[in-house]
C-alpha cells in the first residue's frame, strides 16, 4: 500500500468522504481547482422567498466570476436550489450545518433573512465582508452595512413598506448585498424526471391539444389565509375560461386545497382537470410548466410559475403589489381597498380579495394569453 499518495484538501472537487465526481485519486489529476472567492449565503426562509432571491446568483457571478457559492436554506427547500449549476453547496440548516460553517472561512457573506437564529449565525461565521442583517448584542436585528438600512426599516415602517416603497424585492436585495441590479431574473432548474408525472397525467387524461391550458392555483397557503380567493369566484371563473377562450382548465394546489378542488371540479359545470394535492414540491413546478397562463394569488406558486417563464395572473390583497417583479410576464390585479395591504394572515371578511371579480381575471387572462 502507498502512504504517500497525495490528498489535496484545497481541491473544489474534494469530498473527503467518498470519491470526487471525477473517480479518480489526486496524484496527477487534471481537474484538480482551487476555490475562488467564498461566498455563503444565509436564506432559508420562506420557499417562495428563496426563489426570489435566486436573481442574485446572477449579480454575485458578474462580480465574482470565479466564485465558490454555498447556500445554506431549510429542509424543505432543498430540492428547489440543488440542480442550480450556480451554486455550488446548497446546505440543509440544522445543527451539524452551523458547526460546519463555523470550522470555515469565507470572504463573503449575505445575510438576507431576518430571523435572530439567522442573523446570530452570520456573526459567528468567519469571513471579512458581510452583507445584509446581522444580531447586535441586544439579540435584535440590525443592518450590517448602510445599504441594508433601507431594507431592514420597510420591516418596521407601515406607511414605507405599503403607502411609499416603489421598489422591488429583487431591487432591494441586491442594494442589501451591494450589487448592481440589472433586473435580473429567477435561477431554477427543472429536471426532465419531475416532469414526468404532468407527462403522464396529460396523456391518460386526454389533455386536448391546441388549447389554452390555464392553471388555477386555488389555495393561499397556510400562513396568509387572506390571499384566498373566493371559492364562489372560481366556480364563476371555469366555465366562462372554457367556453369565452376554448381552454384547457387544470386546478393546482397542495394538500390543504385537496377538499376545495374536488368541490370545484364537482360544481363548475365544465370539464376541468384536477391534478391532484399530492404532488411533490417539484412535480407541482413540473404542472406549472405544462400551463400557458397561471391564475395565482401571491404565494409559492407565484413564484414558481415566474421562475419558469409562465405568463401569470396574480390576485393580490393584504400583500404589496409593488415588491412582486413580473418581468413583464403577467398582470398584478390589486383591489386598493383602504385597508390593503395590510399583511394580516386572518380576516372576517377579505374584501380586498373579494372585491377582484371574475371578470377582472378573465379579461387579464385574456390579456396575458393575446386573447
Not at 407565484?302 to 412582486?324: D, N, R, S, W, Y
Amino acid at each position: 500500500m502507498n502512504s504517500s499518495l497525495t490528498v489535496k484538501t484545497s481541491c473544489v472537487h474534494f469530498k473527503g468522504e467518498k470519491p470526487c465526481i471525477f473517480k479518480r485519486t489526486c496524484d496527477g489529476c487534471p481537474h484538480f481547482k482551487t476555490f475562488g472567492p467564498k461566498i455563503l449565503i444565509l436564506k432559508c426562509r420562506a420557499q417562495g422567498d428563496v426563489l426570489r432571491t435566486t436573481p442574485i446568483l446572477s449579480g454575485l457571478k458578474r462580480a465574482f466570476p470565479d466564485s465558490f457559492i454555498t447556500w445554506v436554506v431549510d429542509e424543505e427547500t432543498v430540492d428547489l436550489l440543488r440542480d442550480i449549476p450556480r451554486i455550488d453547496r446548497v446546505l440543509p440548516l440544522n445543527t451539524e450545518t452551523a458547526l460546519a460553517l463555523r470550522a470555515q472561512r469565507f470572504d463573503l457573506v449575505y445575510s438576507l433573512d431576518k430571523d435572530p437564529g439567522l442573523t446570530g449565525l452570520a456573526m459567528l461565521v468567519d469571513a471579512p465582508r458581510k452583507y445584509g442583517f446581522g444580531l447586535n448584542e441586544h439579540g435584535n436585528v440590525f443592518a450590517l452595512t448602510p445599504a441594508a438600512a433601507y431594507a431592514l426599516r420597510l420591516g418596521v415602517d407601515d406607511k414605507l413598506k405599503f403607502r411609499v416603497n416603489k421598489k422591488t424585492y429583487q431591487r432591494m436585495i441586491f442594494e442589501a448585498s451591494g450589487l448592481e441590479y440589472k433586473k435580473d431574473d429567477y435561477v431554477f432548474v427543472l429536471a426532465d424526471a419531475h416532469r414526468r408525472k404532468a407527462s403522464v397525467f396529460f396523456e391518460k387524461n386526454k389533455v386536448p391539444n391546441g388549447r389554452l391550458n390555464i392553471g388555477l392555483n386555488t389555495g393561499a397557503g397556510a400562513k396568509f389565509t387572506t390571499k384566498q380567493w373566493p371559492e364562489a369566484h372560481f366556480l364563476k371563473l371555469i366555465p366562462r375560461l372554457k367556453k369565452e377562450l376554448k381552454a384547457n382548465v387544470f386546478l393546482l394546489g397542495g394538500p390543504r386545497e385537496k377538499a376545495l378542488n374536488l368541490r370545484l371540479a364537482r360544481k363548475a359545470g365544465v370539464k376541468v382537470f384536477d391534478t391532484g394535492t399530492d404532488n411533490s414540491l417539484l412535480e407541482f413546478a413540473g404542472f406549472l410548466d405544462r400551463m400557458d397562463v397561471v391564475v395565482c394569488s401571491d404565494t409559492l406558486a407565484m413564484h414558481l410559475a415566474l421562475a419558469l417563464k409562465k405568463k401569470t395572473v396574480v390576485l393580490f390583497g393584504p400583500t404589496c403589489p409593488q415588491e412582486i417583479e413580473l418581468y413583464g410576464r403577467g398582470l398584478k390585479l390589486f383591489a386598493g381597498t383602504d385597508c390593503a395591504p395590510c399583511y394580516r394572515q386572518t380576516c372576517p371578511k377579505p374584501v380586498c380579495m373579494i372585491r377582484l371579480s371574475p371578470g377582472q381575471v378573465l379579461q387579464a387572462v385574456r390579456e396575458v394569453a393575446g386573447r
